[in-house]
């Protein structure tokens, strides 16, 4: 399961094909295009004298360069490390800094581009690919001069992935290099392959931003299988329709924010377009309100997977539609190590329907990169070999988890733990709202206060909209629980990948 494999036995199969903004294919590479230029980019590495265990970073938007980058650094025993595109230039520092990436590749279509002056560490060994940066050299040019054959040296490689920073700093989870062949499989690959039932008929759409780790991952598992992957430039819902059906899509990973997004399209554009080629639409990075999911499953059919993981690794939860209708609300039971919740505090573990801090036991180790108190701040007390994400939740009679929130984001008003996320889910089943983000704001008398930052749906009226939003919420959940003031807001800060900066709204 590698697309060497594939790039012999098959090559001239479609590999990858880079979408435009409507949906319709602007470039595809083969499975041998594919491994020629991942071959030429692993030369062209060596060329800039990285070795085994170095890391080099790629802030670049969705492009035809970068899996073939992914690729590359899989066959040259290097760690890649992707940076977000939204980042400053003071927060890519940081993380070029973190990470001792030797070097950058970059586009033009990334904004901050234009005001981020490289560190004297990577010696000038920065390009552009794809999109032209004026003063940079041509990465791809470089890569034209070198062979298309493999290097000599081959090891295998990995991604280090940063977090996205929701709440401070990003972390960046630096993984243990693999002492293996690049062809090896990893045990978690032919888990994903045999759950997803994936082959070389698998036409998979990635509208999410590469340089996450969810998207990645699916797009190189996809080629491990001999699949097609189709890359949208960013996502937007009637183009992710369209590409759905005009390219026979079968298999694509997605956040519940574009579950929120599609659904609030009018009727007319959502009857457009024929979806029945899905068999797998997978979901993740948060917790799904339970009406949105049954509606998308009415919509699409019985073809929603979910899952809870990290970028960890440490473990992983999934259910399919038939599980989580019998169980409405889980993330589903732990496929990949074991799933404890245990208590906040003491870490011993609590029974079913207790809620508490959830923890993965069994699964691949991480560490935070330079940040041994984060490390240890991920086990628990009583079992140091479990690790959380930070988040809260509880397990049924019958193993499958729910999630409650994350700990971080929790309100304690007036002694009352609240977590946002209920209320978000509430106020997202109202009409009006297109997005919804729920935090604690100061209060003299009770410690916090529940703030709701409400972005309305196109077109929708505003006017009285906040104190309709308050009582919508009070007929629905504990007042205690709902917003005491609602702020319209014309966006709300969101990753592409979907995740909320709840920071951003703070400061």
Excluded at 4 to 25: E, M, W
């Amino acid at each position: 399961m590698h697309p060497r494999q594939f790039a012999s036995q098959t090559p001239d199969a479609p590999a990858l094909s880079i979408l435009d903004a409507n949906g319709a294919v602007t470039r595809t590479l083969s499975y041998v295009e594919l491994e020629r230029l991942a071959n030429s980019y692993a030369h062209a590495l060596r060329s800039l004298g990285l070795s085994r265990g170095d890391s080099f970073a790629v802030w670049k938007r969705n492009s035809l360069s970068f899996l073939p980058l992914y690729w590359a650094a899989q066959r040259a025993g290097l760690l890649i490390v992707p940076v977000a595109v939204h980042l400053s230039p003071s927060e890519v520092d940081y993380i070029l800094d973190n990470s001792g990436a030797k070097v950058l590749i970059t586009d033009g279509r990334v904004g901050a581009i234009s005001d981020f002056e490289p560190s004297p560490s990577l010696q000038g060994r920065v390009y552009f690919a794809d999109d032209p940066v004026p003063g940079l050299p041509d990465w791809n040019a470089l890569a034209a001069e070198q062979p298309t054959t493999p290097i000599a040296d081959e090891s295998a490689g990995y991604h280090m992935m940063y977090s996205s920073g929701t709440t401070g700093r990003p972390k960046g989870i630096k993984p243990v290099l693999p002492d293996d062949d690049v062809q090896h499989v990893h045990p978690f690959t032919p888990l994903m392959a045999a759950l997803y039932q994936l082959s070389p008929a698998t036409r998979y759409l990635s509208p999410a931003p590469l340089y996450h780790a969810a998207p990645l991952v699916y797009c190189t598992l996809i080629h491990r299988a001999g699949g097609q992957v189709f890359v949208m430039d960013k996502f937007r819902e009637e183009a992710f329709l369209a590409a759905i059906q005009n390219h026979k899509i079968t298999f694509t990973q997605t956040v519940p924010t574009m579950f929120v997004r599609l659904l609030k399209q009018p009727a007319e554009i959502r009857a457009r377009y024929d979806v029945s080629s899905l068999t797998h639409v997978v979901h993740a990075a948060a917790p799904c309100p339970v009406a949105i999911k049954r509606q998308m499953i009415d919509w699409f059919g019985p073809v929603i997977h979910e899952y809870y993981a990290g970028t960890e690794g440490n473990g992983m939860t999934y259910t399919n539609s038939e599980d989580w209708l019998a169980h409405p609300g889980t993330v589903g039971r732990a496929i990949y190590g074991q799933c404890f919740v245990c208590d906040e505090e003491s870490g011993e573990v609590l029974g079913a329907g207790e809620t508490g801090t959830v923890y993965f036991g069994g699964g691949s180790e991480f560490e935070y990169h330079d940040d041994a108190a984060k490390t240890q701040g991920a086990r628990n007390p009583v079992n140091p070999d479990w690790t959380t994400l930070g988040d809260i939740g509880h397990l049924d009679a019958d193993g499958f988890l729910y999630l409650t929130d994350r700990k971080a984001n929790m309100i304690i008003s007036g002694g009352v733990n609240i977590y946002p996320q209920e209320t978000e889910n509430v106020l997202l089943e109202h009409p009006s709202v297109l997005d919804a983000a729920v935090l604690g704001a100061p209060c003299a008398e009770m410690g916090e206060r529940v703030k709701a930052f409400v972005q309305p749906v196109p077109g929708a009226n505003v006017d009285g909209l906040d104190a309709a939003l308050i009582a919508f919420a009070r007929e629905r959940i504990s007042h205690v629980k709902a917003p005491r003031e609602v702020e319209i807001v014309e966006s709300l800060p969101r990753t592409e990948s979907g995740k909320l900066l709840k920071r951003v709204l703070l400061s």
